[in-house]
Nanobody, 115 residues
Framework: QVQLVESGGGLVQPGGSLRLSCAAS????????MAWYRQAPGKGRELVAA???????DYPDSVKGRFTISRDNAKNTVYLQMNSLKPEDTAVYYC?????????WGQGTQVTVSS
């Protein structure tokens, strides 16, 4: 079991950057896969970035080259660096940890990209 707490969201202008953090309540070194998802109003939740314990990453085409996921096992924290933000990136961003057959979620952090 793990509790996840996201932070770092906010309002940013198009073209700007934000870094989201996801702090876990326990060591993440043995958690195989951690990820960020987002959900925009009226839309389903979609994968934004994922990282395995071995450091392999996965991104959808919509954010590839702009977003970077990383994990700091010593701090039990996963980060999402978001650059060149677009209005369509506006959403609630959620941290996810998959442990065995269970999936754990944080409460989400709002990211709004607007001028």
């Amino acid at each position: 079991q793990v509790q996840l707490v996201e932070s770092g969201g906010g309002l940013v202008q198009p073209g700007g950057s934000l870094r989201l953090s996801c702090a876990a309540s326990r060591s993440i070194s043995t958690i195989y896969r951690m990820a960020w998802y987002r959900q925009a109003p009226g839309k389903g939740r979609e994968l934004v970035a994922a990282i395995t314990s071995g450091g392999s990453t996965d991104y959808p085409d919509s954010v590839k080259g702009r977003f970077t996921i990383s994990r700091d096992n010593a701090k039990n924290t996963v980060y999402l660096q978001m650059n060149s933000l677009k209005p369509e990136d506006t959403a609630v961003y959620y941290c996810n940890a998959r442990i065995g057959m269970y999936s754990y979620w944080g409460q989400g952090t709002q990211v709004t990209v607007s001028s």
